[in-house]
């Protein structure tokens, strides 16, 4: 098996290829999320790909691989990662670097979605202000102290908006534009989301059920890295070389497009 790990040179482009036939690639939800492999007793300066990252499992920052995934969903709600990185400090690279350079390659193999879906991590201006450039339309979370202005040169935290209707608003946010602004109640607190198209005309055509639609797709990815885990087993390695853990990372992701 470590021989196996060391000799093959899996690259996420061979994912791709293998599940592009699977699937519609126009029409559907692209959505990038990141998880961290929980590895708390593997020495860092004895595997490159060990650091510390902040863990939404534990809410803190825990020592571990971090995997950042575009997983999506086509329009008859089947879904399959098509892309991957594994963050590599190295490389000197963010998470939103990673993700665009990730979005620019499966827009580039043939992949035309219709929605890209983030959450609050990967909401930064200059992600949406490309995604205009891209001609796609995005849903990202936002945190709940984000700015947006209802009244021209006034701009509120989202948390206080009031005047709700049916959970949504229209608003400006700050140094992008017009978009829609969703929440829905989780845990007894509110989550906050917003909407963006490329034709700004067409932000009114956008309904709550388009939301619901899209933030349901969007949670596939959820689904993605539990799976992973907890039948994939894709924390369960001990090689140390950068080689061998990428090989590994991929298998346990071909495992989990072959249980689908």
């Given amino acids: 098996m470590n021989r196996f790990l060391e000799r093959e040179r899996y690259e996420p482009k061979d994912l791709f290829d293998e599940e592009s036939d699977k699937i519609e690639l126009t029409g559907g939800v692209l959505s990038v999320d990141d998880s961290v492999l929980d590895k708390p007793y593997m020495n860092p300066k004895k595997a ?16 571990g691989v971090n995997l950042i995934t575009l997983f999506y969903t086509d329009m008859a709600g089947i879904s399959v990662p098509v892309n991957y ?13 990673y993700f665009i350079e990730m979005l620019q390659e499966v ?25 205009r450039k891209l001609n796609l339309q995005f849903m990202f979370g936002i945190e709940s102290n ?13 948390q206080k908006l009031e005047g709700w209707q049916g959970d949504e608003q229209t608003a400006y946010l700050k140094d992008y534009g017009m978009v829609k602004v969703y929440r829905q109640m989780y845990k007894k607190s509110y989550r906050y989301y917003i909407i963006s198209v490329p034709d700004l005309d067409n932000l009114p055509n956008i309904k709550k059920q388009d939301f619901e639609r899209v933030h349901a797709a969007h949670w596939s990815i959820e689904r993605y890295h539990r799976a ?23 298998c346990a992701i071909k495992g989990f497009v072959q249980l689908e």
């Fill in 48 to 63: 490159e790909l060990i650091g510390n990252f902040w863990s939404g499992k534990h809410k803190r920052v825990v020592k």
């Fill in 228 to 250: 992973l885990k907890q039948v994939c087993h894709i924390e369960h390695f001990q090689v140390r070389g950068s080689n061998q853990i990428k090989n590994h990372i991929f």
């Fill in 107 to 131: 827009l580039a193999w043939g992949l035309k979605p219709a929605w890209v879906t983030g959450d609050s991590w990967y909401a930064s201006i200059a992600n949406m202000k490309t995604l």
């Fill in 85 to 97: 990185r594994i963050y590599d400090k190295s490389e000197g690279k963010t998470k939103n670097d």
């Fill in 146 to 158: 984000r700015t947006v202005s209802i009244e021209r040169g006034q701009y509120i935290q989202v």
